[in-house]
């Protein structure tokens, strides 16, 4: 317990502080003038409240990650509750601050357009592609497991086949819509939702004195499976996920002041990491032990832990509220994964989205494809997930240490991150049956050799960069002479 609660209060301790030290060293412009207002366009450009883009942000970044994956990640012990403390304050919320606020600086940009400027222009497809497939198995992985949950909610009533049909439909329209219209209106209502069911599971937790094992390094799996990498590809959302760098640009688009920057992306990270600590310390102490959460994973998936958990710690009807919140998390993901995908072929191609109808070709394909993956095994669909999740953070992470280099500021609290979770994916695909199938020393070896090359890669670009003075912000006149 003590470990538990420990780290909850790091976790806002280091927004307070190490937030608070990012924000300083990027250097906020208060007056500078925001996308929201110089490309206002009503449907991905519309002004908001801190209030309403906080709450939206922390539904888009959440989705089951901060959930199923601490949950999957507690076979691993108490360890896990160390990655999301430290991964969440040093690497998740970094990377979600800088996305956000560098995409702020150049008119809302997404991630691959940012890779295109700072890290060249083959990166610029490389990761549009990568993006673009990320965001799809997000979206089907975010149709799947609520539908489970719906079914498992409601014993079976109505048919998986329904249930995944009518998802579908509130994501066409969520993502169609303009932003204010669904997201900004409804979002507000379902993050307070999701708050108080993790505070709700919170309180249990410490009231019944759940036995909440205290800090082992120690593997605790039951299959003994490797802590490096497994467990940071595992736990991505509730510590470090390249999913929130497809969604910040969203919140980018929406912010009225970068001096709301912190907030709502620093802090939601936080929050997230959390809601993941919470989940974990569930998983871990509900179930006697790892044996008994391995069983209960391998018979019923995450969702029955959710399930079980909820109904255990808060009773029938306050277990189903908090069911409901974790329902709402990766519903109010997968659409916005979707819109995510639109906006990012949008910019690709340089298509304007005032029109619904320009909106609708790009979406139409997405859903096609999205519902082709569906049929595809949930467990495999998550291994893909993780890998290309983490590969993103590590490339939104290289973007974030180049602009810093660029601008002659502290680069090394992007680039130490960077160079951690680029060594876990690299060892992953490396060692994975799902990638090359080498053995773990050789993974190990393979990805050390990768890295360093990376490293005196981004050395040799970065100074390139530098002494040629590549711009760190678009020119706002060229912005409204351009809308």
Same mark, same amino acid.
């Given at each position: 317990?003590?470990?538990?609660?420990?780290?909850?209060?790091?976790? $806002?301790? *280091?927004? +307070?502080?190490?937030?608070?030290?990012?924000?300083?060293?990027?250097?906020?412009?208060?007056? =500078?003038?925001?996308?929201?207002?110089? %490309?206002?366009?009503?449907?991905?450009?519309?002004?908001?409240?801190?209030?309403? %883009?906080?709450?939206?942000?922390?539904?888009? $970044?959440?989705?089951?990650?901060?959930?199923?994956?601490?949950?999957?990640?507690?076979?691993?012990?108490?360890?896990?509750? /160390?990655? !999301?403390?430290?991964?969440? #304050?040093?690497?998740?919320?970094?990377?979600?601050?800088?996305?956000?606020?560098?995409? /702020?600086?150049? =008119?809302?940009?997404?991630?691959?357009?940012?890779? *295109?400027?700072?890290?060249?222009? !083959?990166?610029?497809?490389?990761?549009?592609?990568?993006? #673009?497939?990320?965001?799809?198995?997000?979206?089907?992985?975010?149709?799947?497991?609520?539908?489970?949950?719906?079914?498992?909610?409601?014993?079976?009533?109505?048919?998986?086949?329904?249930?995944?049909?009518?998802?579908?439909?509130?994501?066409?329209?969520?993502?169609?819509?303009?932003?204010?219209?669904?997201?900004? =209106?409804?979002?507000? #209502? +379902?993050?307070?939702?999701? /708050? /108080?069911?993790?505070?709700?599971?919170?309180?249990?937790?410490?009231?019944? *004195?759940?036995? !909440?094992?205290?800090?082992?390094?120690? %593997?605790?799996?039951?299959? %003994?499976?490797?802590?490096?990498?497994?467990?940071?590809?595992? !736990?991505?959302?509730?510590?470090?996920?390249?999913?929130?760098?497809?969604?910040?640009?969203?919140i980018s688009r929406t912010t009225q002041s970068e001096k709301q920057g912190r907030k709502i992306f620093y802090g939601m990270m936080i929050a997230e990491g959390v809601i993941a600590m919470i989940w974990a310390a569930a998983a871990m102490s509900l179930f006697n032990g790892y044996d008994g959460l391995n069983d209960m994973l391998a018979n019923g998936g995450p969702a029955a832990i959710v399930s079980e958990a909820s109904i255990l710690l808060l009773g029938s009807i306050g277990g189903t509220l908090a069911i409901i919140g974790v329902i709402i998390l990766p519903i109010t993901s997968g659409d916005t994964a979707f819109r995510s995908a639109r906006m990012i072929i949008a910019d690709y191609f340089n298509l304007a989205q005032k029109k619904m109808t320009s909106r609708l070709w790009i979406a139409l394909p997405l859903f096609v494809l999205s519902f082709a993956l569906t049929k595809i095994d949930f467990t495999l669909l998550w291994r893909y997930f993780s890998w290309a999740n983490q590969s993103t953070a590590a490339i939104a992470l290289w973007v974030g240490a180049m602009y810093l280099f660029i601008a002659k500021k502290n680069y090394w609290i992007a680039m130490i991150p960077a160079i951690f979770i680029t060594m876990a994916t690299t060892t992953y695909i490396i060692n994975a049956p799902i990638g090359f199938g080498l053995s773990l020393n050789a993974a190990y070896i393979g990805a050390t050799i990768i890295t360093l090359l990376i490293i005196v890669l981004f050395f040799n670009a970065a100074k390139k960069n530098r002494a040629a003075n590549i711009p760190l912000e678009e020119d706002i006149s060229k912005w409204s002479d351009s809308k």
């Open positions: 317990m003590y470990t538990f609660l420990g780290g909850i209060i790091l976790l $806002i301790v *280091g927004y +307070f502080t190490y937030g608070k030290f990012v924000e300083k060293m990027f250097g906020v412009k208060e007056d =500078r003038t925001t996308p929201a207002y110089v %490309n206002k366009d009503d449907v991905d450009y519309v002004p908001m409240s801190t209030k309403k %883009n906080a709450l939206i942000q922390l539904l888009n $970044i959440a989705g089951v990650g901060p959930i199923f994956g601490p949950i999957m990640g507690a076979l691993y012990g108490p360890v896990a509750f /160390i990655w !999301i403390v430290f991964g969440a #304050i040093f690497a998740g919320a970094v990377h979600d601050y800088l996305t956000g606020m560098i995409s /702020i600086r150049n =008119r809302g940009a997404h991630l691959p357009e940012l890779a *295109g400027k700072f890290l060249g222009k !083959i990166m610029k497809h490389v990761v549009n592609v990568f993006a #673009i497939l990320l965001l799809l198995l997000v979206g089907t992985v975010f149709v799947s497991s609520p539908a489970t949950l719906i079914y498992n909610l409601m014993d079976g009533w109505m048919a998986m086949g329904a249930i995944v049909a009518v998802i579908f439909m509130y994501y066409i329209l969520a993502t169609l819509l303009p932003i204010d219209k669904i997201i900004g =209106r409804f979002y507000p #209502i +379902f993050g307070a939702l999701l /708050i /108080i069911s993790a505070v709700g599971v919170l309180v249990q937790l410490v009231l019944t *004195g759940a036995p !909440i094992p205290e800090l082992t390094f120690k %593997n605790m799996h039951p299959d %003994n499976l490797p802590i490096f990498p497994l467990l940071f590809l595992t !736990i991505s959302c509730g510590a470090l996920s390249g999913f929130h760098a497809t969604q910040t640009p969203i």
